[in-house]
């Protein structure tokens, strides 16, 4: 079962709910047999149309509270030449106060209510803050691995590092604040994802001090301050 935003202006045919009302092909007939029916108006026109039947009704919106909404649904074939005859029931959101513009959406469950179809939509906004945010504020790309398989692991996986480090440094911290690295021409009000990274790696690497020359002559003593300096120049380079 699919189900998404739907173009308004996409062409809809009716569904051949019965192929035995069609007129017999006679013989010598060019083609194939008819997959879809007549042609049916643009969601863009029934929106204006008068004679659209519109259901209020109180769905869940964003941010978990209920809003009061018009629905208009029907079913009908999406058609497209050398592509599939796809049934599909439509769906089109209006706000009876005009905040947003009208909807459209699709789901290729004909059995599927309006209300349900509206629901899962609400529920995909969740999802489509998470990646814009992970682009805007982590820089996670659109990933280019040749392997499907690889594509659908690596930002599931960039993803979960982001929740594992977010939490390791909140339970390192104990209430206290994140060290936030300052510049000359950068000042930031707010630590940065590189400073949550980087106090982290100076919690993992733990360093030993050497008191006394070894015996191995390829061990080489150094003082603390130099050997905290690399440590951090290392954790904000990696």
């Known amino acids: 079962m699919e189900r998404s935003r739907f173009y308004p202006n996409q062409a809809l045919f009716r569904v051949l709910t019965n192929r035995s009302t069609l007129p017999p092909r006679t013989a010598g007939t060019n083609g194939r047999p008819r997959l879809k ?64 513009e009208a909807q459209a959406l699709l789901c290729t469950d004909l059995d599927t209510p309006p209300e349900q179809i509206m629901a899962w939509f609400v529920l995909r906004w969740q999802v489509e803050v998470t990646f814009e945010e992970s682009r805007r504020h982590l820089g996670v790309e659109t990933q280019r691995q040749w392997s499907d398989l690889a594509i659908l692991r690596t930002t599931p996986a960039l993803l979960g590092l982001f929740s594992l480090v977010t939490l390791l440094v909140d339970r390192l911290l104990q209430g206290k604040d994140l060290p936030t690295r300052q510049a000359a021409w950068y000042q930031k009000a707010k630590p940065s994802f590189s400073d949550t990274l980087a106090f982290l790696r100076l919690q993992l690497w733990p360093a030993r001090v050497i ?22 120049m290392l954790a904000y380079a990696t």
Do not use: K, N
């Open 211 to 232: 008191w006394r020359s070894p015996a191995q002559t390829d061990i080489v003593e150094i003082p603390r301050g130099l050997l905290d300096c690399l440590t951090d």
């Open 37 to 100: 029916g007549a042609r049916q108006p643009t969601l863009a026109a029934r929106v204006v149309d008068t004679a659209t039947f519109w259901q209020r009704c109180a769905v869940g919106w964003y941010g978990g509270g209920m809003r009061e909404v018009e629905l208009a649904s029907a079913t009908a074939v999406w058609y497209h030449s050398g592509l599939p005859v796809v049934p599909i029931r439509w769906v089109l959101i209006r706000d009876p106060l005009g905040q947003f």
